[in-house]
């Protein structure tokens, strides 16, 4: 389940200068709103009311400042979710639906490659496939039973039996061609 995060006031820093510290202000996002293109999901903008929670509220400096950063979580939040060697059987083995399984590693650089084409197969199949990820330094057991010996290596399960493995940092394409073949 994910957490929609509906507004984040972070206030200044009286010790570094404003424009190192928190260089967007309310009125140069009005003007160009293309002042966070590396963070997909959020967007900074005015606030037309400024909400607070606790001691924040009585705060009138803050609440004049006017900016806000916003968080479109939903549209944007990673769908995949981690599986252990103690989940394993009751979220792949056990699903009533097919089931892609990426297995990773934190140090894998193509690892991280795959991981927005998994996440927007994890969209695009919503419903019909679920997707999950095994650090396979974290569990290395249902590593070792599928015989991994080279990540990413990605597998789709379908009524507890593996079906189709696709190894190394794959196009979407040919990702998207196994799943088609099992839905």
């Known amino acids: 389940m994910a957490t929609v995060l509906d507004s984040l006031i972070i206030p200044r820093s009286t010790s570094l200068p404003s424009a190192t510290f928190f260089p967007i202000t309310a009125s140069s996002v009005s003007r160009n709103s293309a002042n966070l293109p590396q ?41 995949v979710t981690a599986v252990t060697d103690k989940t394993w059987e009751s979220l792949v083995l056990q699903s009533e639906s097919p089931v892609l399984v990426e297995f990773w590693a934190p140090w894998c650089g193509p690892c991280r490659m795959i991981h927005p084409v998994i996440d927007e197969l994890a969209k695009q199949y919503a419903g019909k496939l679920k997707c999950y990820k095994v650090n396979t330094d974290e569990s290395p057991l249902v590593a070792t039973k599928y015989g991994i010996r080279s990540i990413p290596t990605v ?29």
């Open 155 to 183: 597998i789709i399960f379908k009524d507890g039996e593996k079906k189709d493995a696709v190894i190394g940092a794959v196009p979407k394409s040919t990702l998207t061609t196994s799943i088609e073949k099992f839905l």
């Open 39 to 79: 963070f997909r999901g959020l967007k900074a903008g005015p606030s037309s009311k400024a909400r607070f929670s606790g001691s924040l509220n009585q705060n009138p400096t803050l609440a004049r400042r006017g900016g806000r950063i916003v968080c479109d979580a939903q549209d944007t939040a990673v769908e």
